[in-house]
């Protein structure tokens, strides 16, 4: 009797071992030929399954952004204060420190080995950086759009600051320091009537 394959569980396991790949090799220096080798199926399968090897950064990237949103969703909504929400993505950043370096040190590589307009004029990436700031709103209960988006620019940033291990600040202190600022600023310019509702 044939072996039955879930083949979106086989694919989504692929990408999580070519994010491992490319974060240790790099996007441009590992070729579709190397990445079904590492991978451990054919250059046929490969191409069953991710018909470029943009199609097949592009589709880790929205497997990662559903994980992480799936779990930054559980983390930091649970909080029952704007503070507490604060606190928990604050933890949540540090207990994936090695996760988001990772995952940073790949966005850069990808980013410097390919041309400015197939990222800016990608659809997935596109969609992938709105889901992000999706969550963000929605675990942190708001609603001003330029205020996520710089969220996001200063969690980016404090990522960023680790890639190298060059950094003379630890991580968690710079995201000790990121939370006291947000909250700081988030409770004294919130709105009376958004500030009950969250705390």
Known sequence: MPKIVDSDQYRKELLRKAFDLLAEKGYAKVTTRQLSKELGISTGAMYHYFPSKQALFEQMVEEL????????REKVAAGNTLADRLKRLGQFLIDNETYLVKQITVWVDFCTNVEADEILNNAVFDQV?????????????????????????????????????????????????????????????????LSSKTG
């Open 65 to 72: 952004c559903q994980q992480d949103m799936i779990a930054l």
């Open 129 to 193: 950086e709105d889901r992000y700031w999706d969550t963000i709103a929605q675990a942190l209960n708001l609603h001003d759009r330029t205020l996520i988006q710089f969220i996001w620019t200063l969690i980016s940033g404090v990522v960023l600051e680790q890639v190298g291990g060059f950094s003379r600040i630890s991580f968690a202190e710079q995201v000790h320091l990121l939370v006291d600022m947000l909250t700081v600023y988030l409770e004294a310019g919130l709105p009376d009537e």
